[in-house]
């Protein structure tokens, strides 16, 4: 595993914004380039060679206004072998190795450009997947102020495209959040959280089989998680960022593969959330710790300015369960030594921006999904969906335009975080049951009433924890596009194999026929 490395020595990079081509009024053109190169992750540790868009890991910061188009060619220029275990066993037979397809992840985006899995293609689009459609992609980023991200989606492959490097931030900006005086410029800076592992020459290290590997696996085989031992941040492990004794914005998203997060400062300062998902909440949530699932977006304001010339780690709680040479629990650390430049005249408002009730509005279906463990016929590990396999025919229809409660009911005994492309929901509540019973008949025995989300998931949610034995429920409007689309646990290993479905927003005026 990764050499033992030193904390704290390497700067944080601040990620870069990418450069349009082009600027039309309300419009902007990008192109964002898939290649293998260098990057070192750490002072002590060899380049390790990564993918990324335009030479960057994480990929340049996508940052637009509320209604400005973007327009986006991704070109896969990357090499004909991947840099990482390619397990053939779960794919059909006959693809090509290296295939890329980019999700607009939280975006409200037309289903040609929404980065479906099977629309994935090669370099220079020598071939391209079944669902193949257009080269470049257009986000009319017609929604709220937010952290999306912009990530690798191809089928089979979402796992080690993305620990490969293929990910980025995309920044959506509107009127209503300018108002609010919140820290901006040097003092907002996206933090792109992932773990991972490396190799003594620096060469990144993913599992070519499971830990507890059977002898007839195939190899490399699909693992059904990953934990890296380092943690990266923007493309560092465990940095440090230099801050002035002031508020700062930070806009977390965790990227990593199948790790979750419990943030908590080792200053024991609070820390103020004030975003989610899908943008501000309806009430900054002030607390001690948070907890950020994979794919997750956090904004959250921390305040720097009783803590001159002090150091603050942020750090990772990992519960009971941690082993003494666990690293993971650093995350990164602010040094607060910069001299204050200017007076600090941001704000944390109490009240963000009103989030109009979904429930008031006629539900057109309800619709109750479980989430299971199976095996294969190797006798890994096979998470599904209501109990279908991602080739199965499609059964989620949703009627563009109507409002639908998605009930995830999780069987399993641990937590997936639970996406649904093309909207935003808002969480209704979890309900625990009893799961042995419901095992073996079929049966809800509720053990406890509805709990009310969160005070930090009261706002637009595309991601949400659904843990093992609740049921987790959602309420979303289908619109406004029609198309094909995905849900799906977004563990990246789960994803890949085989916890995603499609679903299909159908025009209600217009007659469809089943195939
Ligand atoms: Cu971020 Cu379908 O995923
Ligand atoms: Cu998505
Ligand atoms: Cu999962």
Not at 141 to 163: E, I, S
Not at 200 to 220: E, F, H, I, R
Not at 459 to 486: E, L, M
Request: net charge neutral.
């Amino acid at each position: 595993m990764t050499p033992n490395l030193a904390k704290f020595v390497d700067r944080l990079p601040i990620l870069p914004t990418a450069n349009p081509l082009k600027k039309a009024k309300n419009a902007s053109f990008y192109e964002m380039r898939m290649e293998e190169f260098k990057r070192k992750f750490h002072r002590d540790l060899p380049p390790t060679t990564v993918w990324g868009y335009n030479r960057q890991v994480p990929g340049p910061t996508i940052d637009v206004k509320k209604g400005e188009t973007a327009h986006v060619k991704w070109i896969n220029h990357l090499p004909p072998r991947h840099i990482l275990p390619v397990d053939t066993s779960i794919l059909e037979k006959g693809l090509p190795e290296v295939r890329t397809v980019t999700h607009l992840h939280g975006g409200h985006t037309p289903t040609e450009s929404d980065g479906y899995p099977e629309a994935w293609f090669t370099r220079n689009f020598g071939q391209v997947g079944p669902a193949f459609k257009q080269k470049v992609y257009n986000y009319p980023n017609n929604q709220r102020a937010a952290m999306l991200w912009y990530h690798d989606h191809a089928m089979g492959l979402t796992r080690l495209n993305n620990y490969a490097g293929l990910a980025g931030a995309y920044i959506i900006r509107d009127q209503h959040e300018r108002s609010l005086n919140l820290p901006s410029g040097d003092y907002e800076i996206p933090l792109v959280i992932q773990d991972r592992s490396f190799n003594q020459d620096g060469s990144l290290s993913y599992p070519t089989q499971p830990d507890d590997a059977a002898t007839n696996l195939p190899n490399p085989s699909v693992v059904p998680a990953f934990l890296g031992d380092t943690i990266v941040v923007n493309g560092k492990v465990w940095p440090y960022v230099e801050v002035e004794p002031r508020k700062y914005r930070f806009r977390i998203l965790n990227a990593s593969n199948t790790r979750g997060y419990t943030l908590y400062l080792d200053s024991n300062q609070s820390i103020f959330q004030i975003g989610s998902d899908g943008g501000l909440l309806k009430k900054t949530s002030k607390m001690k710790q948070v907890t950020i699932e994979p794919s997750e977006r956090f904004d959250v304001i921390i305040d720097f300015s009783k803590w001159n010339r002090k150091n603050i780690t942020l750090k990772n709680d990992l519960g009971a369960n941690a082993s003494e040479d666990d690293q993971t629990d650093d995350i990164m650390q602010f040094a607060v030594t910069k001299p204050l430049t200017s007076k600090d005249n941001s704000r944390i408002p109490r009240d963000l921006s009103s989030i109009p009730s979904l429930h008031k509005q006629p539900i057109k279906a309800h619709r109750q999904l479980t989430l299971q463990g199976s095996n294969d016929q190797y006798d890994r590990p096979l998470l599904i969906l209501n109990n279908k396999r991602w080739h199965e025919p499609v059964t989620e229809k949703p009627q563009r335009g109507t409002t639908e409660i998605w009930s995830f009911v999780n069987t399993t005994n641990f937590t997936h975080p639970m996406h649904i492309h093309l909207v935003q929901f808002q969480v209704l509540d979890r309900q625990p049951f009893d799961l042995d019973h419901f095992n073996q008949t079929g049966e809800f025995i509720y053990t406890g009433s509805p709990k009310a989300p969160k005070a930090n998931e009261r706002g637009w949610k595309d991601t949400v924890a659904a843990p093992g034995g609740q049921v987790t429920r959602v309420i979303a409007n289908f619109g406004p596009y029609t198309g094909d689309y995905v849900w799906h646990c977004h563990i990246l290993e789960h994803e890949d194999y085989d916890m995603m479905r499609p679903f299909k927003v159908i025009d209600p005026n217009e007659k469809y026929h089943d195939s």
